[in-house]
C-alpha cells in the first residue's frame, strides 16, 4: 500500500534551515518509472504464479477429450483428440507450450467451439466491466451516504431499525434479490427488461442485485466507522469552533471512516469481474463470471486460463488503484511521501 | 440536515422510478430462451442433440428428417434407396442454396461426410454416424453414393443426424470461423453469433421458408428466470420450464405446450462392471424395477403429465413392443426376487448419477432410493460432474454399482438407439451385455426390411424386459412456455419446426 510513499525521497537544501522542503525535480520520473517497474515485476510474477498453479490444478479436474468426444465416444476418438489438442504430450511439456505461448498474449482456441480462447474473453469484457462500472457506481451511491447518515447519530430509533434492517440484507442471498427484481420489476410491473444487456434500463436490475449483496458490508463499515469518528476530538474542536453538523459529517468523520472502508470496496471491485455468477446467470447477462463457470464444466482449459489471465491483471489493477485512492483520501500517507 | 437529506434520497428515488417507468419495448420478432447455445456454436459435427438442436435446426438441415414415430422422411434428400445391403444412393432435392448462394449438390454431401471420415472429423461427436461408412461420392450432380462396411439399417435416419455445412465457406473459413459464421440451408441465416445470443434472419429463397423473419435465441440456464422472461413479455418461446410452473404459466395468460420426449429416465443396472455386483443377477434387477412406486413419482415430481416407463422406449418410437406392461409396483415380489437371488436382507449398493441435467432429478432419485431401501436395497446416491460421468463411462471405471442414464431415442426415434449402448457392442465399454440377445440386435441392425426388422426389436423388448438392464422410471416430458402470439409451435423428437411457427397480433 505504501510502496509509492515509501519509495519517494524528500531533499532538504544546505543552509536552509527553516525554509520550505523542496523535492527534486529531475529524480521524479526516474523514481516513477521505478515504481512502475516494480509493479510490473509484481504483476509478472502474479501472473506466473497464478498461471502455473491454474494449469496444474485444471489439469486435475478431468480429461477433455472425454467432454469433447461426448458418451459415444470411444478409445480411438480419444486418442484423436488428444493428438489434436496436444493433450497426448507430457505435462511439462504441455506446460512449456502454455507458457512460451502466454507471454506472446496466446492462450490457445476453445476446445469447444475453435475459437480464440483470449478472443472469447475480450467478446465478454465489455459487459462484465459495464456491469462492474455499475454496481461499483450503485454500490458507493449507496453505501456512503447511508452509511454516513446511518454512523452520524446511530442511536436514534429510526436509524437502529435501519441498521438493523441493513444486517438483514447482508443475509439475504443475491439470488433471491435478483428474481424478486425481476418477480416485481418485470414480471408484474413490466417496467425493466430482465435479460440480456440491451441497454441502460437493462442494466438497472442486475446492478442494484450486485449492490445489495455488496452495499450493506461497505454501508456498516463507513456506519460504524463514521459513528466512531463523530465521538473523535478533532470533531468535538471543530464544532467548538462552530462548524455545522454537515460540515462535521461529510468534510471531517466522513474522510476518516472511509479510510476503512476503501480497502474493502477495492476487494469488493476485484471480486466482481470474475464473481458475480449468479447475476450473470439470472439476468443472461453474457459476462466473464458466466464464460468461467461453463468453461470450468466443459474442461475448456484455454478459456479458462485466458480468463483468469485476465482477471488477475485486473485484480492488480484494481488493488493498486485501491492504493492510489488511500494516498489521495490520507493526508498521513501523503505527507509521508512528501 | 436530516431533512435535506431526505428530501435529496426522494428525489433520487423519484428520478430511478421515472426512469424505470419507460415501457419495456415490445418486441417484433421471435425471442427464444433456451437452456444453453450449442458449445461448439456453429460447428454441427461439435455436438448432437440438445442443446445444439434447438439453435442448429433454425439454419441446418440433414439428408433426412425423422417424424416422432422413428420414419426418416425427405428433407434436403428426396429420395433414397438400397442398390445392395451396403449401398445407399440418395436423390437430392433440386435447387436447394445454402445461404452464401452455394448451391446443394452431391459434392457438398460427400465433402461432408468424406471430413467426418477424416483425421480432423473424426474426433468430432457426429463421426460417430459414420462409423460404419466405407465411402461416400458423387454419382452425379444430385446423387450421392454411401457404401457401409456392414449393412446399416437405419441410415436414413443417421442422415438426419448429419448437417450439411456449405463446402467452400467450410474449407475458407476453417472450423474456428464457420463456428461462429455459420451457413446452412435451412429457414435462416445466422446474422450474428455473440456470447450467449444469436440473431437470425428469415431467408425468403429457402426450401422451407419461414414466416416469422427474424429470431433471436437467447442463453438463459435459469429455469425461474426463463420462465419469468416468458411472463414479463420478453421472451416468445422459453425450452425446459418445470412442471411446477405449468399452471402459474397459464394463470398468467401464457400457453404451455407439452411434449412426449425421446428419453426414458433410468437407472442403469450393469452386469458387466464389477464381477461381485448384486446386480449381475437378473433377479435383483428386477427387484429393483418391483421396488419403486414410479407412478408417485410421476404424480409427484411430474405433476401427473409424464407416463410411467415400461420399457426403454418411448411409446412411438420404431421398435416399441406395446405387449411390453412393465413392472407393477409389488414390493412384496421384489422381497420374493431379493431372496431368491440370496439377499433376504438386502445389500448395500452405490448409484453414481448427474443432478441438475432435468428438473427434479434430484428428488427423482431420492424417491427411488427411498422405495429401493424399503425393500432392503440400500442406495447410496454419489452425485458426480458431467465430465467425470463421462470419463467413468468410456472407461467403464465406475465406482458405484449402478449409475444414471437415460435411454436415449433421439434423433433416430429407433429403439436400437438406446439398445445399442446396452449392447455387447457398445463401444468404448461394454456394461451391459447378453449374447443370446447380442443375436436379435446383430440381425436387427443389418435387416433391412422395415416390417421384419420391427418383429426383430420387439422381440428385443420383449428379451430386455425380462433382462432388466435398467431401472425404466419415467417416460420424459418436454414443457415448453409460448407468449399468446406464438402459434403453430410445433416440436418433433426436440427439434422445433420454426418455419411453420407465426406470430399473433
Redesign the interface.
Known amino acids: 500500500m505504501t510502496d509509492i510513499a515509501k519509495d519517494a525521497k524528500v531533499a532538504v537544501p544546505a543552509g536552509a534551515a527553516g525554509s520550505e522542503r523542496q523535492v527534486e525535480t529531475i529524480p521524479v520520473f526516474r523514481r516513477t518509472m521505478d515504481q512502475v517497474k516494480n509493479r510490473v515485476i509484481e504483476l509478472l510474477c502474479l501472473l506466473f504464479f497464478v498461471s502455473t498453479l491454474l494449469f496444474f490444478l485444471l489439469r486435475l479436474t478431468g480429461d477433455p477429450a472425454a467432454v469433447l468426444a461426448g458418451e459415444t465416444g470411444d478409445q480411438e476418438q480419444l486418442a484423436l483428440i488428444r493428438r489434436q489438442y496436444g493433450l497426448d504430450q507430457p505435462l511439462w511439456y504441455q506446460y512449456f507450450v502454455f507458457l512460451f505461448k502466454a507471454i506472446q498474449f496466446d492462450f490457445g482456441n476453445s476446445l469447444a467451439n475453435a475459437q480464440s480462447a483470449i478472443g472469447l474473453v475480450f467478446e465478454r469484457l465489455p459487459t462484465s466491466f459495464t456491469l462492474v462500472g455499475i454496481a461499483f457506481t450503485a454500490n458507493l451511491l449507496i453505501s456512503i451516504p447511508a452509511g454516513a447518515w446511518l454512523g452520524s447519530r446511530p442511536d436514534r430509533t429510526g436509524r437502529k431499525l435501519a441498521a438493523t434492517a441493513v444486517f438483514v440484507m447482508q443475509g439475504i442471498p443475491g439470488y433471491i434479490v435478483g428474481l424478486l427484481l425481476i418477480q416485481v420489476f418485470a414480471v408484474e410491473l413490466r417496467w425493466l427488461p430482465s435479460i440480456g444487456n440491451q441497454g441502460p434500463l437493462s442494466w438497472i436490475m442486475p446492478a442494484t442485485t450486485v449492490a445489495s449483496f455488496q452495499a450493506p458490508h461497505v454501508l456498516r463499515v463507513i456506519s460504524a466507522n463514521v459513528a466512531e469518528a463523530m465521538r473523535e476530538d478533532y470533531i468535538r474542536t471543530a464544532r467548538a469552533n462552530g462548524a455545522s453538523f454537515s460540515v462535521l459529517l461529510w468534510r471531517h468523520a466522513l474522510k476518516n471512516a472511509m479510510l476503512g472502508a476503501t480497502a474493502l470496496i477495492g476487494a469488493q471491485v476485484s471480486f466482481l469481474l470474475g464473481g458475480s455468477i449468479i447475476t450473470e446467470v439470472i439476468f443472461a447477462w453474457p459476462g466473464l463470471g458466466r464464460l468461467m463457470v461453463t468453461s470450468v464444466q466443459t474442461l475448456d482449459f484455454p478459456v479458462v486460463q485466458a480468463a483468469v489471465f485476465v482477471i488477475a491483471i485486473f485484480v492488480y489493477t484494481a488493488i493498486m488503484l485501491t492504493d492510489v485512492v488511500f494516498i489521495m483520501i490520507d493526508p498521513r500517507l501523503r505527507r509521508q511521501r512528501a | 440536515?436530516?431533512k435535506?437529506?431526505m428530501k435529496?434520497?426522494l428525489a433520487?428515488l423519484f428520478c430511478?422510478a421515472a426512469?424505470?417507468?419507460?415501457?419495456?419495448q415490445a418486441q417484433q420478432h421471435l425471442r427464444l430462451?433456451v437452456v444453453?447455445l450449442p458449445?461448439?456454436?456453429g460447428?454441427p459435427y461439435?455436438?448432437?442433440g440438445t442443446p445444439g438442436i434447438f439453435t442448429w435446426s433454425m439454419f441446418y438441415d440433414g439428408l433426412t428428417f425423422v417424424d416422432t414415430k422413428g420414419v426418416p422422411g425427405a428433407a434436403l434428400g428426396q429420395t433414397w434407396r438400397n442398390s445392395d445391403p451396403t449401398t445407399w444412393e440418395f436423390k437430392l432435392r433440386a435447387g436447394v442454396k445454402f445461404d452464401n448462394g452455394e448451391a446443394l449438390d452431391a459434392e457438398a454431401v460427400a465433402a461432408a461426410v468424406n471430413w467426418l471420415l477424416s483425421?480432423?472429423g473424426?474426433?468430432q461427436?457426429v463421426?460417430?454416424e459414420v462409423s460404419n461408412f466405407a465411402s461416400a461420392r458423387a454419382v452425379d450432380a444430385s446423387t450421392v453414393e454411401f457404401k457401409t462396411k456392414t449393412p446399416d439399417a437405419i441410415l436414413p435416419s443417421r442422415m438426419a443426424n448429419i448437417f450439411i455445412v456449405a463446402p467452400k465457406a467450410w474449407k475458407d473459413s476453417?472450423?474456428?470461423g464457420y463456428?461462429?459464421k455459420p451457413v446452412g440451408t435451412g429457414s435462416y441465416r445466422v446474422e450474428s453469433w455473440?456470447?450467449?445470443?444469436v440473431v437470425l434472419a428469415a431467408r425468403s429463397d429457402s426450401w422451407r421458408p419461414a414466416k416469422i423473419p427474424r429470431v433471436e435465441s437467447?442463453?438463459?440456464?435459469?429455469r425461474?428466470?426463463r420462465t419469468?422472461?416468458l411472463?414479463?413479455?420478453?421472451?416468445d418461446v422459453v425450452i425446459g420450464v418445470d412442471t411446477g410452473d405449468i399452471q402459474r404459466i397459464r394463470a398468467?395468460g401464457a400457453e404451455v405446450a407439452i411434449a412426449p420426449a425421446p428419453q426414458v429416465i433410468s437407472l442403469s443396472m450393469p452386469n458387466r462392471v464389477k464381477p461381485n455386483s448384486p446386480f449381475n443377477d437378473k433377479r435383483v434387477r428386477q427387484a429393483a424395477n418391483f421396488a419403486v412406486n414410479k407412478k408417485a413419482i410421476v404424480d409427484g415430481l411430474f405433476e401427473g403429465q409424464a407416463q410411467v416407463a415400461t420399457q426403454g422406449a418411448t411409446p412411438t418410437a420404431f421398435g416399441y413392443n406395446p405387449n411390453v406392461k412393465g413392472y407393477p409396483y409389488d414390493p412384496d415380489r421384489a422381497k420374493k426376487l431379493l431372496a431368491e437371488a440370496g439377499h433376504p436382507n438386502g445389500f448395500k449398493a452405490v448409484a453414481e448419477v448427474v443432478v441438475g441435467s432435468f428438473a427434479g432429478d434430484s428428488e427423482m432419485y431420492q424417491l427411488m432410493a427411498q422405495d429401493l431401501s424399503k425393500v432392503g436395497i440400500q442406495v447410496e446416491l454419489r452425485p458426480i460432474?458431467?465430465?467425470?460421468w463421462?470419463?467413468k463411462?468410456?472407461s467403464n471405471g465406475w465406482d458405484g454399482d449402478t449409475f444414471g442414464l437415460s435411454w436415449q431415442l433421439a434423433p433416430y426415434m429407433d429403439v436400437i438407439r438406446a439398445v445399442a449402448y446396452y449392447s455387447c457392442a457398445q463401444?468404448?465399454a461394454v456394461f451391459f451385455c447378453d449374447e443370446e440377445t447380442q443375436k436379435v440386435i446383430d440381425a436387427s441392425n443389418s435387416e433391412l426390411d422395415k416390417a421384419k426388422r420391427e418383429k426383430l426389436l420387439h422381440q428385443v423388448q420383449e428379451r430386455y424386459f425380462d433382462l432388466a438392464p435398467a431401472l425404466w422410471l419415467v417416460e420424459a416430458i418436454d414443457v415448453y412456455g409460448l407468449s399468446k402470439r406464438v402459434r403453430n409451435f410445433k416440436d418433433v423428437n426436440r427439434t422445433l419446426l420454426y418455419h411453420e411457427m407465426t406470430l399473433g397480433g
Request: charged residues 25%.
Open positions: 440536515m436530516e435535506r437529506f435529496s434520497g433520487a430511478v426512469l424505470a417507468a419507460l415501457p419495456v430462451g444453453e458449445p461448439s456454436r460447428n461439435g455436438g448432437s483425421e480432423q473424426k474426433a461427436v463421426a460417430r476453417g472450423l474456428e463456428s461462429n455473440a456470447a450467449e445470443k437467447i442463453s438463459l440456464p435459469e425461474p428466470a419469468q422472461a411472463l414479463s413479455g420478453q421472451l398468467a460432474r458431467f465430465p467425470d463421462l470419463r463411462y468410456q463401444r468404448p
